[in-house]
């Protein structure tokens, strides 16, 4: 016998409102059906759950595990470029992407995800270096491989070779690579151009970049002035040669011709409504990361306007350099604080379905669905609990939750 029928006080499918008194049928694996009780499957073995939310499994859909080794190390600040100095000047410490105690952290943060019901990850890596022990994880992955260069002679070159990297890899079903810009502060207009083509040749393949994350960027684009023109100069990268947009960073990727449906566009700190708009209107997924903004002093996020918008939204964690775990649910607790009237079954989509969507999981992820994977969540729920939803936004813990397949 290899059907399961489990049956739960709720099923949270996020296609459909929650189901109480419910069951999902499970075989090899994958989800065959899912109904409400009383009702009987010829040939299914029945698995009592109890007082849980059966739900599937969370997508963290952006994280930087290879910054593990980095938890408690880097204070919180009110500038995020004072703070991106402190992760630069802690990374020089250990600039062996592969040494022992940078893939012991990755590890740990990889049960640290399971353990809190993650499924799927977006990575972003600038060495590939978590690609492995992604893939030796039962996570489902996209591991992007992030470019920074401000001024090159080669763009081109630059990304063919870190695409060439990617392809030296052995990407499955469950874990893929592909290729990401750091930021529009960052990133040479050129380099941006030549990653665009890159990712194009797949039609099927994600992109990321981090935008209009800080209030510093913002001006740099505006002005080419500020703190990241300072750090650029300081390290020896600026381009006399390059001439701001003035526009919103936003604008400037759009006009480039950047952003579509298979971008995902971190942060959003600093968007304006007309920024979100573009946005809504490429089809781009902007993916939030709270707790970690208010750790980098790139401020509160305008969850709100994010919603009302009609942009999609997904959620990350980022790092453990900037945020206190990989708890996705913690960081829903956030954005409920931060907005109180976005419904609860909109945040839960965003940590599920949008996310696995972004990352283009969303044929084996993110809903209860027949014929989708069976990687499916079991978290308690208090006796007497009327809305499980608004509960589930509510905080969970890694030990009220258990896999059940």
């Known amino acids: 016998m290899t059907m399961i029928r489990y049956h739960a006080s709720w099923v949270l499918p996020i296609s459909e409102p929650p189901r109480s008194d419910g069951w999902v049928l499970v075989d090899r694996g994958r ?17 009592e759950l109890g007082d849980v939310v059966v739900m599937p499994g969370l997508v963290n859909a952006h994280t930087h595990l290879e910054l593990s080794y980095l938890r408690d190390e880097v204070p919180p600040s ?15 410490q250990q600039p062996d992407p592969y040494a022992p105690e940078i893939l012991e952290a990755v590890d740990r943060a990889l049960a640290e995800a399971i353990a ?16 492995a022990p992604l893939a030796r994880s039962p996570l489902a992955a996209v591991v992007f491989y ?36 750091h930021a529009p ?48 100069e300081e390290l020896g990268v600026w381009d006399p040669d390059w001439i701001a947009p003035e526009v919103s960073p936003v604008e400037y990727l759009d006009q480039s011709g ?50 009302k918008s009609g942009v999609r939204v997904a959620v990350g964690t ?27 079954s909109a945040l839960l989509d965003s940590a599920t379905r949008q996310g696995a969507r972004a990352l283009a999981f969303d044929a084996e992820y993110g809903t209860i669905e027949p014929g989708k994977r069976a990687r ?19 905080g969970i813990r890694p030990e009220q939750i258990r896999w059940i397949e």
């Not at 009702?39 to 698995?47: E, K, M, N, T």
């Not at 009110?78 to 100095?85: D, G, L, N, S, Y």
């Open 31 to 47: 989800i065959v059906a899912l109904g409400h009780r009383p009702s009987s499957i010829d040939g299914a073995r029945d698995v």
């Open 78 to 92: 009110t500038a995020f470029v004072k703070w991106v100095r402190g992760v630069m000047a802690a990374r020089r």
């Open 116 to 131: 809190c019901g993650t499924a799927v990850v977006g990575d972003i890596s600038n060495t590939l270096a978590t690609f």
């Open 146 to 181: 992030e470019l920074i260069r401000f001024n090159t002679d080669d763009p081109t070159g630059f990304v063919e070779h870190a695409q060439q990297e990617i392809e030296a890899l052995a990407p499955s079903d469950r874990v893929r690579a592909s290729l990401a810009a």
């Open 185 to 232: 502060y960052s990133v040479a207009p050129l380099v941006f151009r030549a990653i665009r083509q890159t990712v194009d040749r797949d039609p099927f393949s994600p992109c990321s970049v981090h935008l209009a994350e800080s209030v510093e960027e913002v001006e740099f684009i505006q002005s080419a002035g500020g703190p990241w023109r300072e750090l650029l």
């Open 258 to 307: 950047f952003l579509d449906a298979r971008v995902l566009a971190v942060h959003g700190v600093q968007m304006t409504p007309a920024d979100l708009a573009r946005l809504a209107a490429r089809g781009t997924t902007l993916v939030t990361c709270p707790r970690s903004n208010g750790h980098t002093g790139a401020g509160a996020p305008p969850i709100d306007d994010f919603y």
């Open 318 to 344: 980022d790092s453990l350099a900037s945020a206190p775990d990989l708890n996705v649910f913690s960081e829903l607790a956030t954005l409920r604080a931060l907005a109180p009237s976005v419904p609860a």
């Open 376 to 394: 499916l969540l079991a978290v308690y729920v208090p006796p007497g609990t009327g809305d499980v939803e608004e509960y589930l936004v509510g």
